[in-house]
């Protein structure tokens, strides 16, 4: 740990309870005197704020992906329900009421609210992999 001390005259290697050089006699300096300012490590680099770690913002990605998952998973819920309500309210002259609802339920209802059953799925599905519990 510890540097040779050198005299600042004359370059001659000191020992450290010398308080004049041995080979000519100059006093020790106060840059060559302070071991500790000589060998004391440099301060360690303060860690960044947690915001900025990169776990942190992979979590904010995920909790983004989760959120906007749930919105169009709630939007197309929504759409399939509407669409389903349209069509199978739509009176026809070729169909039957019934055949309407059929019509409805697998052309927009399972379509449509399918796949937002599936966006929420997947929705939940990162939240609980992801950012359970934290
Ligand atoms: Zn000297």
Do not use: H, K
């Amino acid at each position: 740990m510890a540097q040779p001390i050198q005299c600042d005259n004359c370059g001659a290697v000191l020992v450290e309870e010398d308080v004049f050089c041995g080979e000519c006699g100059a006093p020790r300096t106060s840059a060559t005197q302070p071991a500790e300012a000589e060998t004391s490590p440099a301060p360690a680099t303060p860690p960044p704020p947690p915001s900025e770690t990169p776990g942190d913002s992979r979590e904010t990605a995920w909790r983004v992906a989760t959120i906007v998952l749930g919105i169009m998973a709630a939007i197309l819920c929504l759409l399939g329900v509407a669409a389903f309500l349209l069509f199978g309210l739509t009176e026809s002259d070729v169909t039957t009421p019934t055949e309407d609802w059929l019509y409805a339920t697998f052309c927009c209802l399972l379509p449509i609210a399918g796949s937002g059953a599936i966006l929420a799925v997947s929705s939940l599905g990162i939240w609980w992999i992801r950012l359970r519990g934290r």
